[in-house]
């Protein structure tokens, strides 16, 4: 759980705001960060969803650092493709502005 604590620092809050956000204590943060402890599923869950990453993320079984979302196959061209991918690559709050951008430009040329 070495990325735990990256993530939180990053994010700029304590063990003890943490600790709140996902309905637990702070010394469970720290026995997670420090290894002495693992989180179950559903703690894990959590940290994932309020840290906007994977569980596999959390664990260091990937790389892949934004949430993996389920996807449903499309035929695609290569500018589309390049979208898709780019989208992905963005965390939430973006994804929700170039959401509203699309929107936006929809509505305009109506």
């Given at each position: 759980m070495e990325r735990l604590k990256a993530l939180r620092e990053e994010k700029g809050i304590s063990q003890q705001k943490?600790?709140?956000k996902i309905q637990t204590n702070q010394q469970n943060i720290h026995r997670y960060?420090?290894?002495?402890?693992?989180?179950?599923?559903?703690?894990?869950?959590?940290?994932?969803?309020f840290f906007e990453t994977s569980i596999d993320y959390l664990v260091g079984n990937t790389e892949i650092r934004h949430k993996i979302e389920?996807?449903?196959?499309?035929?695609?061209?290569?500018?589309?493709?390049i979208l898709i991918e780019k989208y992905r690559q963005l965390r939430s709050n973006a994804?929700?502005?170039?959401?509203n951008m699309i929107d936006t430009l929809l509505e305009q040329d109506k």
């Open positions: 943490l600790a709140e960060e420090h290894g002495f402890y693992e989180p179950d599923i559903q703690t894990l869950k959590l940290l994932a969803d389920s996807v449903q196959p499309f035929d695609l061209n290569a500018d589309e493709a994804r929700n502005s170039v959401m």
